[in-house]
Nanobody, 117 residues
Framework: QVQLVESGGGLVQAGGSLNLSCTTS????????MGWHRQAPGNQRELVAV???????TYAISVKGRFTISGDNAKKTVYLQMNSLRPEDSAVYYC???????????WGKGTLVTVSS
């Protein structure tokens, strides 16, 4: 059974930094992409950043230049370095891994990030 576990969330003041990690376990092979999404109360879940197997990255406009995604396919781990955090970055952050020939998505349970002003 595949499990994704996020860590690194917490409470930080505006302007601060956090580093999120997502580790995977179980039978997950041939990762196509790994990414981070977030969902604030009352909002839809949105893409934050994604990194493909080849290393290409995509960021939401709101985080470009402040967040950096990196991944280790061998360790099946993805990271999100978040700098210059703003109160509007507060949300539950979810890890997503897309894998396999049929591009199946696996999701973590999320980690809460709260940025105080």
């Amino acid at each position: 059974q595949v499990q994704l576990v996020e860590s690194g969330g917490g409470l930080v003041q505006a302007g601060g930094s956090l580093n999120l990690s997502c580790t995977t376990s179980g039978s997950i092979f041939s990762i196509n992409a790994m990414g981070w999404h977030r969902q604030a109360p009352g909002n839809q879940r949105e893409l934050v950043a994604v990194i493909t197997r080849g290393g290409s990255t995509t960021y939401a406009i709101s985080v470009k230049g402040r967040f950096t995604i990196s991944g280790d396919n061998a360790k099946k781990t993805v990271y999100l370095q978040m700098n210059s955090l703003r109160p509007e970055d507060s949300a539950v952050y979810y890890c997503r891994v897309n894998a396999g020939y049929y591009s199946r998505d696996y999701w973590g349970k999320g980690t809460l990030v709260t940025v105080s002003s």
